[in-house]
């Protein structure tokens, strides 16, 4: 099995056996999941969209060695400097789905897991995170952004705010750059894609609870692809205007150690 298409059904399998929690006993640890769709371009650079599998994935709260991060409390909305997880699942890049990139290898699956640092505000946030490709491009990637918060009501927020990200050369060569064998195989010229600044652009947010443990997120986002990534002939086959939206349900899970 696709080991992404096993991690959804771990995820699928977590929505349906999580029991809750007992409220008179502090968990070691509460994360929370999320599994539903999303549209994006069926590549870095495409112009064509695709609908696949959207996540989420929170680290709520962990007790560790004595110490706390975070909240178990459902209810809890976070105030100052604070660690957070990072999480990024990037689709496979085929010439046999995608006809115009005959001649360039394939990419596969990646994903990519990391860590950062946020300022929570009750009105706005401020956060950089770092991500590593454990499994696929085997590349640094980062991704700064800041966010005004919106609270229509008790149960919904909504964020807005500008995203950059950034990528190691071994991430741009991997989805921008073009080698002399490609270059052969496919007519596009030979290029060298350095790291750097990948893309900026905006997110808005909406995140709705449901109750203590099942709730609603969704984004809309538009990312311009810069530098060497809007160079890339591969980009030139697309677009520079990568646009994407989501939706999943998530479900707070909770567990003792």
Known sequence: MNPFRKAAATIAAAFVCAAPHSALAEPDMVLTFGLGAQVAPGYFGSDDYEVGPGFA???NYLRLGGRRFGSPDPYHEP?????RGSFRYVADRTAGEYPELAGLNDVDDALELGIGLGWEQPIYRVFGDVR??????????????????????DRLLVTFGPRAQFGS????A????????????SGLPTYSASGGMVSA??????RYRLNENWGVEGALTWNRLTDDAA???ITGLGSEDQYGAKVVLTRRVSFDF
Not at 79 to 83: H, N
Not at 201 to 206: C, D, I, K
């Open 57 to 59: 994935f929170r680290v």
């Open 79 to 83: 105030e100052g400097l604070g660690l």
């Open 132 to 153: 590593y490709g454990v499994i696929g491009h085997e590349a640094f990637v980062g991704e700064i952004g800041a966010d005004v918060k919106f609270r229509p009501s």
């Open 169 to 172: 050369d071994d991430y741009a």
């Open 174 to 185: 991997t989805y921008f750059g073009v080698t002399p064998a490609e270059s052969l195989a």
């Open 201 to 206: 652009g905006l997110e808005l947010g909406l």
């Open 231 to 233: 160079s890339s002939p």
